[in-house]
T-cell receptor, first 113, second 117 residues
């Protein structure tokens, strides 16, 4: 089966850097994604890694190590508006499950002033 | 902008009622998904569809069915609502074409918070 592990909560102060880790076990692997969800809102796509290494998009970066089945989301220069839940997700191309994602349980990030 | 809309933001139903949740996307996406979200459990996939009239069970299909008669519309049906189906229901869509990222980027609707009394 598929399983993803990420911390349930992380706290940090404004201006700081925070890293949210995700480890996964899947029978097939075609990419690790990250989603952000504010309270009462819909999840929105943040980033995607198919290959090992770091992908940077503004203040957010995402890293993947396929050999370690591990990735992380790095948030820099934290702002209050970054307080949200963050989900990692992996894609499995196994047979008819083409295109579906498996989501972690989410990490609640709280940013303090 | 990709838009995924859901028929209701809040819904209250009684135990045993048949409930229809509608989802419409306007970007001609092939894939559509229904999730439920409960505190501490993340996003759990109920059903998904990769083409009209096609459906695949997700991780928690029991008590639910789906219908996809048109490409843009994906309906979730609770045949006989029960209190343990009280939850937030999220619909999403994603394209098939567009490269590797396309499968990984799902576009979500605003959600329907369903309460079953």
């Amino acid at each position: 089966g598929q399983s993803l592990e990420q911390p349930s909560e992380v706290t940090a102060v404004e201006g700081a850097i925070v890293q949210i880790n995700c480890t996964y076990q899947t029978s097939g692997f075609y990419g690790l994604s990250w989603y952000q969800q504010h309270d009462g809102g819909a999840p929105t796509f943040l980033s995607y890694n198919a290959l090992d290494g770091l992908e940077e998009t503004g203040r957010f970066s995402s890293f993947l190590s396929r050999s370690d089945s591990y990735g992380y989301l790095l948030l820099q220069e934290l702002q209050m508006k970054d307080s949200a839940s963050y989900f990692c997700a992996v894609r499995s191309d196994r047979g008819s499950t083409l295109g579906r994602l498996y989501f972690g349980r989410g990490t609640q990030l709280t940013v303090w002033p | 902008d990709v838009k995924v809309t859901q028929s209701s933001r809040y819904l209250v139903k009684r135990t045993g009622e048949k409930v229809f949740l509608e989802c419409v996307q306007d970007m001609d996406h092939e894939n559509m998904f229904w999730y439920r979200q409960d505190p501490g459990l993340g996003l759990r996939l109920i059903y998904f569809s990769y083409d009209v009239k096609m459906k695949e069970k997700g991780d928690i299909p029991e008590g639910y069915s789906v219908s996809r008669e048109k490409k843009e519309r994906f309906s979730l049906i609770l045949e006989s609502a029960s209190t343990n189906q009280t939850s937030m229901y999220l619909c999403a869509s994603s394209p098939t074409s567009g490269g590797l990222r396309s499968y990984n980027e799902q576009f979500f609707g605003p959600g329907t918070r369903l309460t079953v009394l």
